[in-house]
């Protein structure tokens, strides 16, 4: 079993930032990309963030420049540094994980979500 437990939401003003945490644990082999999801009420969920195992990122537009991804290969975790947040990124965020399982297979997870609030 694999589990990724998500924490670092709350409450904060506009213009203010946030640090979500992301950790891995379970049968792990190893970790590809890692990324971060958003769903606000009434929407789909959107990819806000990823990052391969090298390192490499991409962003969404709405955040370009605001947030940044980040992460510990060796703590199997993510990071994500939220900057100038604005009521517009209120959201349940999710971190997702392609792991290499110790089967050998690969299998997508998702953690149970923090919620994020932006006052304005």
């Known amino acids: 079993q694999v589990q990724l437990v998500e924490s670092g939401g709350g409450l904060v003003q506009a213009g203010g930032s946030l640090r979500l945490s992301c950790v891995a644990s379970?049968?792990?082999?190893?970790?590809?990309?890692m990324g971060w999801y958003r769903q606000a009420p009434g929407k789909q969920r959107e990819l806000v963030t990823r990052?391969?195992?090298?390192?490499?990122?991409n962003y969404a537009d709405s955040v370009k420049g605001r947030f940044t991804i980040s992460r510990d290969n060796a703590k199997k975790s993510a990071y994500l540094q939220m900057n100038s947040l604005t009521p517009e990124d209120t959201a349940v965020y999710y971190c997702?994980?392609?792991?290499?399982?110790?089967?050998?297979?690969?299998?997508?997870?998702w953690g149970q979500g923090t919620q994020v609030t932006v006052s304005s």
């Open positions: 990052i391969t195992s090298d390192g490499s990122t």
């Open positions: 997702n994980a392609n792991v290499l399982l110790l089967s050998g297979s690969y299998r997508q997870y």
């Open positions: 379970g049968s792990i082999l190893s970790i590809n990309a």
